[in-house]
Nanobody
Framework: EVQPVESGGGLVQAGGSLRLSCTAS????????MGWFRQVAGKEREGVSC????????DYADSVKGRFTISRDNTKGMLYLQMDSLKPEDTAMYYC????????????????????WGQGTQVTVSS
């Protein structure tokens, strides 16, 4: 069973930084495009960032461009999201997602393109 697991969330003041991490069991990590999503209670899940299988291609939501950086280390089977200059509106549950196997491009920021989801890690940014 494919199971992503996120970590690294927490409480931070506005302007601060956090780095989220994601690992996934049950798959050959390098064979999957990956993405980060977030959701606030009562709202739809939104795409934050995504990366191709080898890290060569990335995409970001306009709201996080220039502040967040996605990366992956296939040798370690890890996905990261470096979040800088955090704002209160970044407060949400953040989810790691893996796409269908052997898609050699980014899947974009549409949650429906992804097959496997973690349980999420909470990020809270205080003003």
């Amino acid at each position: 069973e494919v199971q992503p697991v996120e970590s690294g969330g927490g409480l931070v003041q506005a302007g601060g930084s956090l780095r989220l991490s994601c690992t996934a069991s049950g798959l050959t990590f390098a064979e999957y495009a990956m993405g980060w999503f977030r959701q606030v209670a009562g709202k739809e899940r939104e795409g934050v960032s995504c990366v191709s299988w080898n890290g060569g291609s990335t995409d970001y939501a306009d709201s996080v461009k220039g502040r967040f950086t996605i990366s992956r280390d296939n040798t370690k089977g890890m996905l990261y999201l470096q979040m800088d200059s955090l704002k209160p509106e970044d407060t949400a549950m953040y989810y790691c997602a893996a796409g269908p196997r052997l898609r050699w491009y980014t899947l974009g920021l549409d949650p429906s393109k992804y097959n496997y989801w973690g349980q999420g890690t909470q990020v809270t940014v205080s003003s």
